[in-house]
């Protein structure tokens, strides 16, 4: 596509999205709903076609060797198509967040104003590699009333292609506007940079991938974006533990999808539990592939541990998000030193105490400075779907507006309306 052409082409997406939001904005809910059950049912018979699509791109991506965590959330199994419908069906019977009035009071003048939750308008969204992000966006964005203008990467780009054209033929059933969502037909970056310019048209951007695209996005435009960098998540186990919920925990939040965001990379051990959990944590890790890489006081524990697999770890390795079965483990002396330790390592996504003191649980929940933290339990709930949000449209570890999972509330912003009785200024 040529430049001229390519710059017309994403000009035309942005105005078509801002004139299909003022519609959609005043939309029924019925009318949206109707919407989200064509796509559910349109997901399940296209299934097949869908999987053919999936696999062009799974080729792609061994060709290119990419990683097997990319791969991983590249791939659509029976199952996660699946997900996908329910998760549609999930949003569908959520409440609609349009119209509810948040705040409401009279002034003394008579004049009533009410604070009511409305669409954002148009929202960008940027992603990479995992499809199923197309239909969570764009379903969250239609069901909040905002147009969705989708891009995802080129490793992703016939399934994202075959989902997007689902979504149109759901939007036209329901007699929807079909430019209320919009897949940008290109994976070229330069097709990024002018979405990024079109700031008369689009009221938000959220980027979904790798901090390098992330730190981009927000580089190069002056649209507000909402974004986290990275998932340096972590557990903490206190010296008061159940050491066997403990290592079920830690399993769990490292080794059940290594590739996601809201796994952990560290794993905190209070200094007074460390000789008996470590070498018990040690094999339960390790049955599982997962390679440890642990400070110095973990390597003269695990020395005497019969079998004791790990790495002597560098501090990198506590900031690094592996997205595999990596993890790097420390000792620490107080809950003061885990919490110090998080706040300094982490990245502000997803982090858990296991302990059985209430007085610690409290201390940890309120002072590790996270969207989301967990008290005995896996860090892997951070979640739109297990939050019972319906699908999410992204984690996000910024402050203003929106944080940890974003769900249709968040897809939203507020106006004032203020309702008189011919009440004039003096």
Known sequence: ??????????????????????????????????????????????????????????????????????????????????????????????????????????????????????????????????????????????????????RGGKEAFHSNTFLAGLIQEALKKAHISESAVQLIPTADRAALNILLQKDEYVHCIIPRGGEKLIRFVSENTRIPVIKHYLGVCAAYVDKD????????????????????????????IHADIAKEFLPKIAQALGSQGVEMRVDGASVAILLRASGAQFEPAVENDLYTEHLDKIITVKVVNSDDEAIQNINRYGSAHSDTIITDSHETAEKFLNGVDSATVYWNASTRFTDGFEFGLGAEIGISTDRLHARGPMGLNELCTYKFKIIGTGQIRP
């Open 1 to 150: 596509m040529a430049e001229l052409d390519l710059e017309k082409t994403v000009e035309t997406i942005a105005r078509k999205a801002r004139n299909a939001s003022l519609q959609l904005g005043v939309s029924s809910t019925a009318q949206r709903n109707e919407a989200l059950g064509y796509l559910a049912e349109l997901i399940r018979q296209k299934a097949t076609s869908l999987k053919q699509a999936n696999q062009q791109d799974i080729e792609y991506a061994r060709q290119a060797s990419l990683s097997e965590s990319m791969i991983d959330r590249l791939i659509l199994t029976d199952d996660r198509i699946e997900g996908m419908a329910q998760g549609v069906e999930q949003v569908a019977k959520l409440e609609d967040p349009v119209g509810a009035v948040l705040e409401s009071k009279t002034r003394p003048n008579g004049i009533r104003i009410d604070k009511v939750r409305v669409p954002i308008g148009v929202i960008g969204i940027i992603y990479e590699s995992r499809p199923n992000v197309t239909v969570d966006c764009a379903v969250l964005c239609l069901k909040s009333g905002n147009s969705a203008i989708l």
């Open 241 to 268: 533990a159940d050491l066997e919920m403990a290592s079920d925990i830690v399993v769990n939040a490292k080794a059940q999808r290594p590739s996601a965001c809201n796994a952990i990379e560290n794993l905190f």
